[in-house]
């Protein structure tokens, strides 16, 4: 956290530094537009000629360059602004304050595997703490590795590249802050996508098209020479002729283009501010210096047939900006009035538009694989910007044995670290099964919820909350959070027993999962659950499955634990001068205290301890 303090004191500093740039830049901009004002009309109005013909191109110089400077020191510090913003979203990262970030609420599935249950996704998740992407398709990447478990070569890929990119943390936050720079939504990135890779040309006969360019360019600008140079003669009217004939035959052949450059236009107007970003992020990936398998793989794919990915997307930037010039389709006229006389006189759209023709025809098959290697690099430095803040977490090694899991001093990363309980945990062999017991309160579905998290960390190849830790490639399954859904007419306990059977199907089919159940049969009497409870847990040894179970069901732990079903393991309580003490710590043995009757007496109803007196 120091670090990140030390960073926001650094570009207050640059800001303030830049804002007074501005304010001096700003003033000579006016200052050289009143001057030469001015001058143009002192020297216009004195008829000194050669003095105006000099002025007016120096003070249109003098203009453009310190525009120029200016929209260059605006640019600079906006890019330190977003550098500021990355550290204090950092700072807000370590004390577990997420409500500012986005939380992938769109991917929250309720049929998911795990994700539902775990907080993967929505408010205070795992996604929020996570993600640091900036463009569309890097948000939806990092969900795909948070929903998906990697297999054991690709984790070690990405562990390796994420363990050279958590030290180079200037790299990765101006990587950040340059993708900040542009905001564009989904469907702007795939209309773009789909206009560079549909087939076929918009212009036919581009040869031809080029040569009449240049033939009519070439008879244009000696007609519009040849006007100029008598438009003060007595032969003026003659001279008007032969530019009026180009001017009329250049006006043909733009009308006949515009509706191609209109199609330009439309399908690209909002994309000149994705090309600037992907431009921006691509150019500092291909000019840095990698050694991890991944890193290095991705890094080349942006260099193929030895031109720059960088290079070719800025040409087309400048292409469309420049083609936009001309105005957008439903204006009532065109927005710059001297790009339309250009046009006329040289027939500009005919450039632009081969260009762009060009250039899509060399390009047609590389943006979207360009696009998913930023999208990579992007969930790369999420997780290496989670890494670079939780020093103390580890890289797990991934087990080529199955059924293998093992973590020390093992938190959640959600709950603040001043405050979190770590526990150990081991679990070997297919068949293994744990039954967790406890009271209310006591950590049992966190405890669930806190391997799962870092289970779903460690099989995407990011660090968990673990001192040490190792685990086998697996499958995760739970079953902690079924709700009733009125829309569909499911009750909980029906809902329950659908992922119950989801389940039982996947480990039949050979799958290696690890499952996490949280109470079962909630929704039914004790006699019922009692009994489903241990049919369950029986046909679940009995199929060699591995995972855990949490239930408050003592009689339920006792029985399995005889049948040498489970493993029992609890949390406990105690009370202590009238207060309820809880350690969170995972003990052997089933749970010694139940503190349900404690807790109501608490909250005002009268206990009754024999039921059968009490009347």
Not at 98 to 113: A, C, M, Q, R, T
Not at 129 to 149: D, F, H, I, Q
Not at 176 to 195: C, I, R
Not at 489 to 513: H, M, N, P
Request: net charge neutral; hydrophobic share 40%.
């Amino acid at each position: 956290m120091d670090k990140y303090k030390s960073n926001i004191l650094e570009y207050k500093s640059s800001l303030a530094i830049l804002s007074k740039s501005l304010e001096r830049l700003s003033t000579i901009r006016l200052l050289i537009f009143i001057f030469s004002t001015i001058l143009i009309y002192f020297f216009a109005n004195e008829g000194l000629l050669t003095l105006l013909l000099i002025t007016v191109p120096l003070g249109a110089l003098s203009f453009g360059i310190i525009i120029k400077r200016h929209k260059k020191v605006a640019f600079e510090k906006k890019h330190v602004t977003f550098l500021k913003e990355i550290n204090e979203a950092e700072i807000l990262r370590l004390e577990n304050k997420l409500s500012e970030f986005p939380s992938g609420e769109k991917f929250v599935d309720p049929n998911h595997s795990y994700a539902a249950d775990l907080d993967v996704f929505g408010k205070y998740s795992i996604f929020q703490l996570l993600n640091r992407t900036t463009t569309e398709s890097g948000y939806s990447l990092l969900a795909e590795w948070l929903k998906e478990s990697a297999s054991r070569e690709i984790i070690a890929e990405r562990q390796a590249a994420i363990q050279e990119l958590t030290p180079k943390l200037d790299w990765r936050q101006n990587f950040q802050a340059s993708g900040m720079h542009y905001t564009y939504n989904k469907s702007e990135y795939n209309k773009l996508v789909s206009w560079v890779e549909e087939p076929g040309q918009l212009l036919t006969n581009q040869t031809g098209y080029f040569i009449l360019c240049i033939f009519l360019s070439i008879l244009s600008t000696i007609a519009t020479g040849y006007f100029l140079l008598n438009i003060l003669s007595t032969s003026w009217l003659a001279a008007m002729i032969p530019f009026i004939v180009t001017f009329l035959l250049n006006l043909f052949v733009s009308r006949k283009l515009k509706p191609i450059a209109g199609e330009i236009i439309e399908n690209t107007q909002h994309n000149v501010k994705i090309l600037g970003a992907y431009r921006s992020i691509i150019s500092l990936i291909e000019t840095e210096k990698f050694n991890s398998n991944l890193l290095l793989r991705l890094q080349s794919s942006l260099s193929l047939n030895f031109y720059s990915a960088a290079n070719e997307i800025n040409r087309l930037r400048v292409i469309l900006e420049t083609l936009q010039l001309r105005g957008i389709k439903g204006e009532s006229m065109q927005r710059n009035i001297i790009y339309s006389v250009f046009n006329v006189l040289w027939l500009l759209d005919i450039y632009w538009i081969i260009l762009t023709e060009k250039w899509r025809g060399r390009n047609r098959a590389h943006l979207r694989s360009w696009a998913y290697t930023v999208s990579e690099f992007e969930v790369l430095n999420s997780l290496a910007g989670f890494s670079y803040s939780n020093p103390t977490y580890s890289f797990p090694e991934i087990k080529q044995e199955p059924y293998n899991m093992h973590f020390e001093m093992l938190g959640h990363p959600l709950i603040d670290h001043r405050s979190r309980v770590c526990n150990d945990f081991n679990l070997t062999g297919r068949g293994e099964i744990v039954m967790i017991t406890g009271s209310n309160m006591a950590g049992k579905s966190t405890f669930l919820r806190t391997l799962g998290v870092n289970l779903v960390l460690s099989l995407m190849g990011a660090p968990c909350c673990a001192k040490l830790a190792y685990v086998s490639q697996m499958h995760l399954f739970t079953s902690m959070r079924t709700q009733d859904n009125l829309e569909e007419g499911v009750s909980s306990f029906y809902a329950e027993l659908k992922r119950i059977e989801q389940l039982l199907k996947l480990i039949k089919d050979g799958q290696a999962i690890f499952f996490l159940l949280d109470e079962m049969f909630k929704g039914t009497n004790s006699e019922d659950r009692h009994r489903g409870g241990f049919s369950l847990i029986k046909q679940l040894k009995d199929l060699n499955a591995f995972g855990i179970i949490s239930t408050h069901d003592l009689e339920l732990a006792k029985l399995a634990g005889k049948h040498h079903i489970v493993n029992n393991r609890s949390f406990n309580s105690e009370i202590q001068e009238g207060e309820m003490i809880f350690n969170y710590g995972l003990s052997e043995g089933i749970c010694s205290d139940f503190n349900a009757s404690e807790l109501m007496r608490r909250s005002g109803i009268n206990i009754i301890f024999n039921m059968e007196e009490g009347w």
